[in-house]
Nanobody, 122 residues
Framework: QLQASGGGLVQAGGSLRLSCASSGRTFSNNATGWFRRTPEKEREFVAAINWNGGSTYYVDSVKGRFTISRDNAKNTVYLQMNNLKPEDTAVYYC?????????????????WGQGTQVTVSS
């Protein structure tokens, strides 16, 4: 039900915009988050947004570079990633929370999309 897209290969300093669209089920009343996974790290929290976009939260390593947003009319959440670094290379996952408030933990999320690969070359 969740389809993540927008990943790809980019040079360091470049930008990508990830999208996470829901089909069938509406998640306009639920917080949404992005996580990422690397071979070295299990799924790591990246960013989250509450149900109406009024509150966002980011892991320190992406603050000032990534922006999470949502369009409830389109049932879609976005992650704009600027000034990408090689350490941002990962598989990125979107997830829908159980409630309207965001969470930074995996257990706070009920539905998960398939991952989209982001590779940043140096």
């Amino acid at each position: 039900q969740l389809q993540a897209s927008g990943g790809g290969l980019v040079q360091a300093g470049g930008s990508l915009r990830l999208s996470c669209a829901s089909s069938g089920r509406t998640f306009s009343n639920n917080a949404t988050g992005w996580f990422r996974r690397t071979p070295e790290k299990e799924r790591e929290f990246v960013a989250a947004i509450n149900w109406n976009g009024g509150s966002t939260y980011y892991v320190d390593s992406v603050k000032g570079r990534f922006t999470i947003s949502r369009d409830n009319a389109k049932n879609t959440v976005y992650l704009q990633m600027n000034n990408l670094k090689p350490e941002d290379t990962a598989v990125y996952y979107c997830a829908v929370a159980y409630g309207s408030a965001w969470s930074t933990t995996i257990v706070g999320y009920r539905y998960w999309g398939q991952g989209t690969q982001v590779t940043v070359s140096s």
